[in-house]
């Protein structure tokens, strides 16, 4: 079957630094590749997405490539501030049957200190 | 802008209550989507529908049924609410032409 594996949380860093946050996937076909953010209480947002191998995506400082031959999504940012703490979910999205069904990882918590 | 509305971002019910949580899209996707999410567990699929009147069961459909009478609506039905079904309650919504979903802001159900 199709699944997300991604790094587990928390992940806590300082104002500025770099970010990274593994995900690998598994699926059956030729998957899109999204990374949605969940900020407190809200619902989860599309953050970026790649549609076919060696596609960049890229929103508000954050970047993935989608990796074909390591099944990889890794989300990274050069800096990160205070208000990108929130939940970091990737996902994948294969069509099928008349829709698209997403498998999601678990999310990685991500905390940005002053 | 494109928008996935859940009508309640709280509730509150008491065990054996009959739940409706009602979801409405503006963007005429075909598809729409359940999901439940608990600490640790992720998010994880109730039903989804993929055209009006049809429902799919998801990955846990156990206590819950659903309704997609028009379009635009997306309706979960707990029959006889529990307290284990308390939890955050996402509706997401899609195009089959296009990949990636849209969500609501989730309601928040907790169960007495």
């Known amino acids: 079957g199709n699944s997300v594996t991604q790094m587990e949380g928390p992940v806590t860093l300082s104002e500025e630094a770099f970010l990274t946050i593994n995900c690998t996937y598994t699926?059956?076909?030729?998957?899109?590749l999204f990374w949605y953010v969940q900020y407190p209480g809200e619902g989860l947002q599309l953050l970026l997405k790649a549609t076919k191998a060696d596609d960049k995506g890229s929103n508000k400082g954050f970047e993935a490539t989608y990796r074909k031959e390591t099944t990889s999504f890794h989300l990274e940012k050069g800096s990160v501030q205070v208000s990108d703490s929130a939940v970091y979910f990737c996902a994948l999205s294969l069509a099928g049957g008349g829709y698209q069904k997403v498998t999601f990882g678990t999310g990685t918590k991500l905390q940005v200190i002053p | 802008d494109v928008k996935v509305t859940q009508s309640s971002r709280y509730l509150v019910k008491r065990t054996g209550e009959k739940v409706f949580l009602e979801c409405v899209q503006d963007?005429?996707?075909?598809?729409m989507f359940w999901y439940r999410q608990d600490p640790g567990l992720g998010l994880r699929l109730i039903y989804f529908s993929y055209d009006v009147k049809m429902k799919e069961k998801g990955d846990i459909p156990e206590g819950y049924s659903v309704s997609r009478e028009k379009k635009e609506r997306f309706s979960l039905i707990l029959e006889s609410a529990s307290t284990n079904q308390t939890s955050m309650y996402l509706c997401a919504s899609s195009s089959y032409r296009a990949s990636g979903y849209t969500f609501g802001s989730g309601t928040r159900l907790t169960v007495v």
């Open positions: 699926a059956t076909g030729y998957p899109s």
């Open positions: 963007m005429d996707h075909e598809n």
